[in-house]
């Protein structure tokens, strides 16, 4: 879906115009700093060392020894759990700083590839694929007419991954001269398990390698929803004259963005697609991202196809960046490109959205769990240190998500306190890192690859979409911990999209739940310390948020709905039918508190 209106046109050369790459040498990638095109950066590089410092002051100051807590004669248990409240407090501010010097870090480093023209005669074969029942067939129409619109100077041709084999899928195909492929009713591409795992992307992506890969150089994929910009190729293959690069990716951008789900699921991907990614290049191994990218099939055949995983491409690519090129013996290295070069479909309702949060976090946590410990081996540290900084990401947010509402809980209930501080300090310390924090997040806006969002544009939507997916990352690691099955799913495209109901919203009202009981029970107990309370009445206002949102775009619906009236009863005439009705914030607990 390509919405008018945007200038597509600009951002889609937002690394700049190509160029010839030297003569005489092997071509190289290079990079150009975003600090670099900063005219004030001075002022930029002491907002990246006063954040991380002043927040890092902030946890030694709530951990200094001289303010824990003491209870003279106190009750052991009750003591423990001032132990307890302590090392939330601690780790809630460690993860603040982390994540506050990923970010300050992401910032000084962030780079952008320098385009550079295409090799010639190279052969590459575009893939999407489509799931009958899962997928409309419209979208898929668009999709592959953007592709059949690609600018190549060599072979390129255009092939649909049917799953199921579809009628209408095949004339399609013959209509837009588009080549079909399937995997239905072979037994070898559809296994239980493994790297031909049926019903799943990679499977079907790798059971077209095995029968076509070694045709092609280069295989150019996007998701069904997302429809590719004539110039695809000619923005990616250029990187691809550098003999180590493995696979170029280019941002994720939604094109139906008039659904306020949709627009702030856009925003919130603002840090990673406009400042990690960014980041990523500056050690050579930015993430891979399914939607739009360009991989070599030699670097993909040589670790057996994609990987086996919930989240394909993210694996894949971990596992790309693990091994070498044995052509050269070095390893193999991504590019990153902040051009724009296709545009896709978001979620757009509240159910598809915690569902896609909730695969993409299990991806990693699966990442972690499984293939993680193999980096610090065979990984350069540099990528390893890069890799590290994303995929803490969601379990940081879980976990600081449970730490905060431990803390809230055993004050609420049993007046714990982990530390005792002056208030007017802690509020100085507190309210000054926050607005650097702030400060950082909102120069870096400056860098965003979005053409949909406003100019000017805070991202304040994306901050609160972070902050209210923190229950959804918890449940989802607690899952992966516990080793529960995790199954793909197909998101839904083309307007098909979930309906919400109060059960989307379990999870956020049982925490919500809990914290209206902790507060009414803290009333009682006389545990009514200002900070704390401020706190959990924070941590209830984002759990009961999507819910809010939801009930108001019900109203909205209902009131813009045409009314239902009665047709008129006219002699000799049928009656006329009835008109129908049409980044990372997280909450923590209290880091005050008294006995």
């Known amino acids: 879906m390509r919405p008018e209106g945007y200038d597509y046109d600009t951002y889609s050369r937002l690394a700049g115009p190509l160029t010839q790459p030297s003569s005489g040498t092997a071509y190289r990638v290079q990079y150009t700093k ?48 001032d132990v307890t409240m302590l090392i939330a407090i601690g780790l809630i501010e460690l993860f603040m700083v982390v994540n506050v010097m990923s970010i300050a870090h992401a910032t000084m480093v962030a780079s952008d590839p320098v ?106 994929s996007v998701d069904t929803d997302h429809v590719p910009l004539p110039g695809f190729l000619e ?13 170029v990716v280019g941002p994720q951008v939604y ?57 394909e491409d993210m694996a894949t690519g971990f596992e790309l960046h693990l091994h070498r090129n044995p052509r050269t013996g070095r390893h193999w290295r991504s590019v990153y490109t902040p051009d724009v070069l296709a545009v896709g479909e978001g979620p757009s309702s509240w159910t598809d959205f915690f569902t896609q949060q909730m695969r993409w976090s299990r991806g990693t946590y699966e990442t972690l769990l499984k293939q993680y410990w193999k980096a610090p081996f065979t990984m350069p540290s540099g990528r390893l240190f890069s890799y590290t900084l994303m995929l803490v990401y969601y379990p940081m947010t879980a976990v600081n998500w449970l730490l905060g509402i431990l803390s809230c809980f055993l004050f609420l209930w049993f007046g714990a306190s982990g530390t005792q501080v002056t208030a007017s300090v802690w509020l100085m310390l507190y309210s000054d890192a926050a607005a650097l924090q702030i400060g950082l997040y909102l120069w870096n806006r400056r860098h965003n690859v979005s053409p949909h969002e406003p100019e000017g544009s805070g991202g304040l939507a994306g901050m609160a979409m972070s902050a209210l997916s923190a229950p959804i990352y918890l449940k989802s690691l607690g899952e992966a911990l516990l080793r529960r099955p995790s199954r793909f799913v197909v998101t839904p495209k083309g307007g098909d999209a979930s309906p919400d109901r109060l059960r989307t919203f379990r999870i ?56 239902r009236r009665a047709p008129a009863r006219v002699p000799d005439s049928h009656e006329a039918a009835p008109a129908a009705g049409g980044t990372s914030i997280t909450v923590t607990g209290s880091t005050t508190g008294g006995t």
């Open 508 to 563: 956020h009202l049982g925490w919500a739940g809990l914290l209206a009981v902790s507060l009414g029970a803290s009333v009682v107990l006389g545990h009514t310390h200002a900070a704390m309370r401020t706190w959990a009445l924070l941590a209830m206002a984002i759990s009961l948020a999507p819910v809010a949102v939801w009930g108001r775009t019900l109203v909205g619906e209902r009131r813009t709905r045409p009314t």
């Open 255 to 311: 094109g139906n963005y008039e659904n306020p789900v949709t627009k702030a699921a856009e925003s919130q991907q603002f840090l990673f697609h406009a400042l990690i990614q960014r980041a990523g290049n500056r050690y050579r191994a930015p993430m891979f991202v399914g939607t739009n990218n360009v991989v070599r099939i030699a670097a993909l055949k040589q670790i057996g196809g994609l990987y086996d995983s919930i989240t």
């Open 34 to 81: 975003l600090l670099s095109r900063e005219p004030h950066r001075i002022r930029a590089v002491l907002l990246m060392t006063l954040a991380p410092l002043l927040t890092g002051a902030l946890l030694v100051y709530l951990v200094w020894p001289t303010h824990w807590v003491e209870r003279e004669g106190g009750e052991r248990w009750l003591i423990g759990l």
């Open 115 to 220: 385009p550079v023209v295409p090799a010639q005669a190279t052969r590459v074969a575009f893939l999407t694929t489509y799931v009958p029942g899962k997928e409309p067939l419209a979208t898929v129409r668009a999709t592959l007419e953007g592709a059949v619109g690609i600018t190549h100077t060599g072979p390129l041709d255009i092939w649909l991954l049917d799953e199921g084999d579809d009628e209408r899928a095949r004339a399609l195909c013959a209509e837009l001269g588009v080549r079909h492929f399937t995997r239905n009713g072979v037994p070898e591409w559809n296994r239980p398990e493994g790297r031909h795992k049926a019903r799943t992307k990679h499977g079907n992506y790798n059971a077209w390698l095995a029968l076509h890969g070694h045709a092609y150089d280069f295989l150019a």
């Open 235 to 247: 923005r990616m293959m250029g990187y691809f004259r550098d003999p180590d690069v493995a696979f």
